[in-house]
């Protein structure tokens, strides 16, 4: 069965960087689009960004643009993204999705698939 598997979360300081991963399993993706969302305690889960398996175009939320970078090695089937200048407002429960896109572009993607989670802290 598919398997989404997250790592990489931890407590870090405010403006630090943390890389987190995302291995895939149990399917070819080469037709989805691959997203990371996050949920913060009392919040609704959000969109963070997302990019095509097979032709990249990625897309970010105007929260976190200019400080992650999602990419994907489709070597080793992982999906990765890369947060730099971390803030304690990125501090949430952060979650690996594999989909369709439905609309137009990687942001339209209805997820599938989904990880169990990784707990991101940044404290200040």
């Known amino acids: 069965q598919v398997q989404l598997e997250e790592s990489g979360g931890g407590l870090v300081q405010a403006g630090g960087s943390l890389r987190l991963s995302c291995a895939a399993s149990?399917?070819?993706?080469?037709?989805?689009?691959m997203a990371w969302f996050r949920q913060a305690p009392g919040k609704e889960r959000e969109f963070v960004a997302a990019v095509h398996w097979t032709y990249g175009n990625p897309y970010y939320a105007d929260s976190v643009k200019g400080r992650f970078t999602i990419s994907r090695d489709t070597a080793k089937n992982t999906v990765y993204l890369q947060m730099n200048s971390l803030k304690s407002e990125d501090t949430a429960v952060y979650y690996c999705?594999?989909?369709?896109?439905?609309?137009?572009?990687?942001?339209?993607?209805?997820?599938?698939?989904w990880g169990q989670g990784t707990q991101v802290t940044v404290s200040s």
């Open positions: 999705g594999a989909g369709v896109v439905v609309g137009v572009g990687v942001r339209s993607v209805q997820v599938d698939y």
């Open positions: 149990g399917r070819t993706f080469s037709s989805y689009a």
